[in-house]
């Protein structure tokens, strides 16, 4: 009959126990000299089971760390034998992923049943969605050329109608506050018998004519850092010292001034139209603001506006008539003809005086 001690049966007991509670048992231990029977035999299978285990909780613990790049045990545990085409399949898996990760979204996987369908619907949704966001991105890529030429159109367009620093001010705060400039030169011209000539002048002749000679007056007016504020009729005003301060601001309209001029007399040796401008200038304070909220128009007033155009209705055709103020900035620059005083509506006499035609250019 087998005799069976109770200690053997209490390791066997432990090891399980040991197991059960989530730890990593010893193999069984039995004295060298136990006799080949039964307990024996049943001790082996233990060990074998034990050995087993511990690799199995080895590859568990590996897996937990997210590492699939081992080989796994031999044993066997039908368990181990699953668990080696689990873990084939799972290398499988992460290099599948590893492609999918650098783009390519061509990956398939057929293993693992409703796994595989579930990777594989996964994956063409990524790729649907990476389409779909690159379409979005090629659309947002449009539209924000389409917005920035639109608003490199506005701001040209706003810096047709304002000066610049103004349109910036506007641009950055939603608003721009009226200023009070102490010196500045104001140049206002008209054109000699305009309002015969247009009369004999169909409208599109009349506006194509205005719109060369004041273009070319802008360019001038541009080339010498004034500013042209605005048109009325005929009339053309523009400055110089403001918004932006320039200590030359007196040389740099008579310049210009003398400039249009010149340009008058080369066009009316090469074209049958013919025309000639009045100019007066004045030096002194003004106030700058835009006006309106709608259609932002920059103005400027003040009695040195006021005075501009006096010299200009005091002047004659094609001759540059300057206020005293202007010509005591500017006498040492240009040449004048002194003209008797004369009595200017709402000022009183003034002394005024030509800019002398034959040594106008300031250099």
């Not at 721009?176 to 169909?202: N, Q, R, W, Y």
């Amino acid at each position: 009959m087998l005799q069976v001690r109770k200690e053997d049966i209490d390791r066997i007991t432990e090891a399980f126990h040991v197991i059960l509670k989530g730890g990593l048992p010893g193999p069984v231990e039995l004295p060298g000299d136990y006799p080949e029977n039964e307990i024996k035999q049943l001790v082996g299978y233990v060990n074998r089971f034990v050995t087993d285990y511990r690799g199995f909780a080895d590859i568990m613990s590996t897996l937990s760390r997210g590492e699939v790049d081992f080989d796994p045990p031999l044993g066997k545990m039908q368990i181990l034998q699953s668990f080696k085409n689990l873990h084939a399949n799972l290398r499988h898996l992460t290099w599948k992923t590893q492609q999918i990760a650098a783009g390519d979204f061509t990956q398939q996987v057929d293993f693992m049943g409703h796994f595989s369908e579930a990777f594989n619907s996964m994956t063409q949704q990524l790729q649907s969605a990476f389409a779909k966001i690159e379409r979005q991105n090629q659309e947002l890529s449009q539209a924000n050329a389409i917005i920035q030429e639109e608003k490199e159109r506005s701001d040209k367009l706003l810096l047709n109608i304002l000066p610049a620093s103004v349109a910036e001010d506007l641009k950055r705060n939603g608003q721009t506050k009226p200023e009070h400039f102490a010196d500045v030169t104001v140049l206002f011209s008209d054109i000699v018998g305009f309002t015969k000539a247009s009369s004999a002048l169909s409208p599109q002749t009349l506006i194509a004519e205005l719109n060369e000679l004041f273009t070319q007056f802008d360019t001038i007016a541009e080339q010498n850092d004034c500013e042209r504020i605005k048109t009325i009729g005929d009339a053309y005003l523009a400055v110089c010292g403001m918004p932006v301060p320039n200590d030359s601001h007196a040389s740099n309209i008579v310049r210009t001034a003398a400039e249009m001029i010149r340009y008058l007399e080369r066009r009316n040796a090469s074209v049958p139209m013919q025309w000639q401008i009045r100019v007066g200038i004045h030096t002194g304070p003004v106030i700058g603001a835009v006006v309106g909220i709608k259609k932002y128009i920059y103005d400027v007033f003040g009695d040195t506006i006021n005075t501009a155009s006096r010299m200009e209705s005091n002047s004659s055709p094609m001759r540059i008539n300057v206020s005293e103020a202007t010509y005591l900035r500017t006498k040492t620059v240009f040449q004048f003809v002194s003209r008797p005083p004369l009595e200017v509506k709402g000022r009183g006499v003034m002394s005024m005086y030509f800019l002398d035609p034959g040594k106008d250019t300031g250099e």
